[in-house]
């Protein structure tokens, strides 16, 4: 039998791949060294690549944070897409959410995105569109998911509010891990959230959510 031959990687795939290790570069960076220590010439240099390969694909620092906050975003789209395999008219485990979204906002490499956000605080021209991808994040990624999961259309505007609270009170617990808090405070703070925005969530729409 004659070997299947490989798909050769077209120019689309190599730019994807050389995208993908500069943004996981930036990212490593940004962990490491914080935003204004990560210069597009660092970056090259970890990612492995010349200062005209990167400047190719991005054509300013500012550019490749994007590429790093809609990374962030895909994160938050995939962890949610691994509740669509529910039964159709099968309650939401809160608890199940909450782990969820703890694995995208509560690992130590967001702080990437945080540091994006603080360290974009004083650029009056790009620290605005920064909040506003978060917030078109929240829109276009978290709100649809939600309504997709509510079936009562009255209940989604508070529903939508608590998820909204829920996520603020997972992105601060994240800030914890600076306090060198270890595992088991995260998980009894996670397992009160869980009960507390379960609660009311099965209260406001019993037949879509459960704790």
Excluded: C
């Amino acid at each position: 039998m004659s070997a299947v031959p490989s798909r050769r990687r077209t120019q689309v795939d190599r730019s994807a791949e050389t995208r993908a290790i500069l943004i996981r570069a930036t990212i490593e960076l940004l962990q490491t060294v914080g935003f204004a220590g990560t210069t597009t010439a660092l970056i090259a240099r970890r990612a492995g690549v010349t200062t005209g390969a990167l400047h190719h694909h991005f054509a300013t620092k500012d550019e490749l944070m994007f590429g790093v906050l809609d990374a962030a975003s895909e994160r938050v789209r995939a962890r949610l897409d691994a509740e669509e395999h529910l039964a159709p008219g099968a309650a939401l485990h809160i608890s199940d959410l909450v782990r969820h979204l703890w694995e995208v906002y509560g690992d130590p490499e967001y702080w990437a995105i945080w540091e994006i956000i603080i360290g974009t605080r004083s650029d009056e021209a790009v620290h605005p569109r920064v909040v506003a991808h978060r917030l078109e994040t929240m829109r276009k990624v978290l709100h649809p998911w939600l309504v997709r999961h509510t079936s009562a259309e009255q209940s989604r505007p508070r529903a939508i509010a608590l998820f909204e609270f829920m996520l603020t009170a997972i992105r601060g617990l994240s800030l914890e891990r600076f306090l060198d808090k270890d595992e088991a405070y995260f998980e009894r703070n996670l397992k009160i959230l869980a009960e507390l925005v379960g609660e009311r969530l099965e209260a406001l729409a019993p037949k879509d959510f459960a704790r």
